[in-house]
């Protein structure tokens, strides 16, 4: 393994949990999850976006740098590998998409700050799906709240996504995850473990998935 720090990312309901978890019981890797469920703002937000969205990404930059400032700095002598299912530049990409102009020069300044913090993540496993998979797989997992999120909504997610990451050339591993099925189809997770046995340049390299 080349990597130390690998993160996965994508839009709601792309896989990156699902993935995370194979990945790290694949490599023995320390891992970690989001802690979306505890954030009291967001059933709010799904029901009056306007209202709630400040408070929102707020307890999230919070509880994400708590997160991974603790895990990070923690070093585990029996786990040379940590695997995350979220990139805290997050943060930034879903306030860009829910916050006023004038909130989100706010929540960048205190992002910026928080940002230089943190150990940044070797390599970052991108899940790319059309948004019709993504509410197929919304549905599936049958979140209350998520139910009525809009397609502008996710579509707007996925362009600020692969906008940032092509802007920043971060070295990326692009996924195909149109047809995606790590739990169901071997071939699906192979192909990324594969993968993870090379070593890139900066900048995306695309993978398809058999």
Do not use: W
């Amino acid at each position: 393994m080349n990597y130390h720090f690998i993160t996965i990312e994508g839009n709601i309901g792309a896989g990156k949990t699902t993935l995370a978890h194979l990945l790290s019981k694949h490599y023995n890797a320390r891992l970690i999850l989001e802690e979306f469920a505890d954030n009291p703002f967001l059933p709010k937000f799904y029901e009056n976006p306007k209202q709630y969205a400040f408070p929102l990404e707020l307890f999230f930059m919070a509880e994400r740098f708590k997160q991974q400032k603790d895990l990070l700095q923690q070093k585990d002598l029996f786990k040379n590998l940590t695997i995350s299912d979220y990139l805290f530049t997050k943060c930034l990409l879903f306030a860009k998409v829910t916050l006023p102009e004038d909130e989100f020069r706010l929540y960048q300044r205190l992002f910026e700050i928080i940002h230089q913090q943190l150990i940044q993540p070797d390599l970052l496993i991108y899940l790319h799906a059309p948004v019709n998979k993504l509410q197929a797989n919304i549905k599936k997992r049958n979140r209350s709240y998520e139910q009525k999120i809009p397609d502008e909504y996710l579509f707007n997610l996925q362009e600020t996504y692969t906008h940032y990451i092509k802007q920043h050339n971060i070295k990326t591993l692009f996924v195909d995850a149109s047809n995606a099925d790590f739990f169901g189809n071997e071939n699906h997770l192979q192909t990324i473990i594969e993968a993870l046995d090379h070593d890139y340049d900066e900048g995306q390299h695309y993978i398809n998935l058999p």
